[in-house]
T-cell receptor, first 111, second 113 residues
Framework: AQSVTQPDIHITVSEGASLELRCNYS??????LFWYVQSPGQGLQLLLK??????LVQGIKGFEAEFKRSQSSFNLRKPSVHWSDAAEYFC?????????FGTGTSLTVIP | EAQVTQNPRYLITVTGKKLTVTCSQN?????MSWYRQDPGLGLRQIYY???????DKGDVPEGYKVSRKEKRNFPLILESPSPNQTSLYFC????????????FGDGTRLSIL
């Protein structure tokens, strides 16, 4: 069965520092990969997606993610975090017409 | 404006009283889906629909029903709600299947007493 693991439940970073959120997936083939962000009281917003091709993908709000097939990972990065980035982040896999989400990583940004 | 609209946003009800959460999208998407979000569990897919009159179970379908009579609407039905269905529910839509990103509604918080 497909699964998505986000090993970090909560991360705290200082404003201006770099950020990396980890995501590992379990799937036989190369799945479709997504990162979403959820602000309090809101639905999920797509940050970026990977289907094929260049393994480094750029998204909105200055985020990027790198697909590493050998590690079954799709980690999200941002070089300099802003206070408005505080939110919950979800990694998701699309496979066989279904979607599988990780348990999320909550990001706190310290001024 | 492209959007997925869920109603109600909040509902407190009692065990066994049938309820329906409506979902409507204005993007002409073929794919629609329902999720529940619980602390520590992330989002889990309840049901999805590839097109009108085509629905399939997700990972946690027990206790839920759906229908897709029109392309834009995908209601979630709880025939006999129980306290373990207390959760935050999201409807989402996308262009086709799992190879496309989804657009999410703002969520419906259900409390079953």
């Amino acid at each position: 069965a497909q699964s998505v693991t986000q090993p970090d439940i909560h991360i705290t970073v200082s404003e201006g520092a770099s950020l990396e959120l980890r995501c590992n997936y379990s799937y036989g083939a190369t799945p479709y990969l997504f990162w979403y962000v959820q602000s309090p009281g809101q639905g999920l917003q797509l940050l970026l997606k990977y289907f094929s091709g260049d393994t480094l993908v750029q998204g909105i709000k200055g985020f990027e993610a790198e697909f590493k097939r050998s590690q079954s990972s799709f980690n999200l990065r941002k070089p300099s975090v802003h206070w408005s980035d505080a939110a919950e982040y979800f990694c998701a896999v699309g496979a066989s017409n279904q979607f599988y989400f990780g348990t999320g990583t909550s990001l706190t940004v310290i001024p | 404006e492209a959007q997925v609209t869920q109603n109600p946003r909040y509902l407190i009800t009692v065990t066994g009283k049938k309820l329906t959460v409506t979902c409507s999208q204005n993007m002409n998407h073929e794919y629609m889906s329902w999720y529940r979000q619980d602390p520590g569990l992330g989002l889990r897919q309840i049901y999805y629909s590839m097109n009108v009159e085509v629905t399939d179970k997700g990972d946690v379908p027990e206790g839920y029903k759906v229908s897709r009579k029109e392309k834009r609407n995908f209601p979630l039905i709880l025939e006999s709600p129980s306290p373990n269905q207390t959760s935050l529910y999201f409807c989402a839509s996308g262009d086709r299947g799992s190879n496309q990103p989804q657009h999410f509604g703002d969520g419906t918080r259900l409390s079953i007493l």
